[in-house]
């Protein structure tokens, strides 16, 4: 069996899975992140470049299938041995012509489906549960921390892009070392270390009225600790500034 070994990117992951048609073995093989290879490859390792026309043809295939979107998301999910899942989920889609996320008896359908939904989940959160703190005043810079389970920088930046078009921000992932800057014309993911040593301040009398405007609305006699614990669970609250 041969091991595709990419570097990775989505970009390398789709570029491993047009190596593995070009090579017709895309039945019998394995696609792998650099240093993620455990044991021996029998039929050898093949080191795959990143291609951007090659991961383009492919994912336009995928587009057309109605795969794409599920597709990315499980990859961003990260978990275990999900390359081959999805690798498996896509030969099933070429050999149906359609997507087969109605599959779900298929082990590596529902896995697959599994790690979108709680990526998309995760996602979902933040859109709520991000804080911005003034960082530069000139020019007007703000910043927010968050801590992911999983790699959903690339889906907070169209929201949030148009949330926030007028100002310059940055959204730091602590969890993963990067960082979704918004630069008022196009959004990116950035490695920078620098970015993610810049101070988190704020402005501490906006921050007493976020909290004030907090009390007032809230309800004492209806308080519903686990309640709210399912809504707002322990793990995002340490950026919140309602719970600061």
Not at 10 to 19: D, K, N, P, T
Not at 49 to 76: F, H, M, P, Q, T
Not at 191 to 209: K, T
Not at 219 to 242: G, M, S
Request: hydrophobic share 40%.
């Amino acid at each position: 069996m041969t091991v595709f070994e990419y570097d990775g990117s989505y970009e390398g992951f789709l570029s491993a899975v047009f190596e593995a048609y070009l090579r017709a073995c895309a039945g019998d093989c394995e696609i792998q992140r650099t240093g993620n290879l455990a044991g021996l490859a029998l039929g050898g390792i093949c080191s795959v470049v990143s291609d951007k026309k090659r991961a383009e043809r492919v994912e336009k295939k995928l587009c057309s299938l109605s795969c794409g979107r599920v597709l990315y998301k499980a990859w961003l999910s990260g978990e275990e041995n999900i390359e081959n899942d999805m690798l498996a989920c896509i030969r099933i889609a070429l050999e149906r012509g359609s997507a087969p996320w109605g599959m779900r008896t298929e082990n590596c359908v529902s896995r697959v489906c599994g790690a979108a939904g709680r990526v998309g989940t995760e996602a979902h959160r933040y859109l709520q549960f991000v804080r911005f703190a003034c960082v530069s005043e000139e020019p007007p810079v703000y910043a927010a921390d968050i801590e992911p389970k999983y790699d959903i920088l690339p889906m907070l930046g169209n929201h949030f892009s148009k949330r926030f078009s007028s100002q310059c921000f940055v959204i730091r992932d602590r969890s993963f070392n990067q960082t979704l800057v918004w630069d008022m014309r196009s959004w990116y993911i950035s490695s920078d270390p620098e970015l993610l040593r810049i101070p988190l301040h704020g402005d501490s009398e906006f921050q007493e009225m976020w909290k004030g405007y907090f009390r007032a609305v809230a309800i004492p006699w209806r308080r519903n600790k686990k309640l709210q614990a399912q809504f707002v669970p322990q793990r995002f609250r340490r950026y919140l500034t309602e719970f600061g």
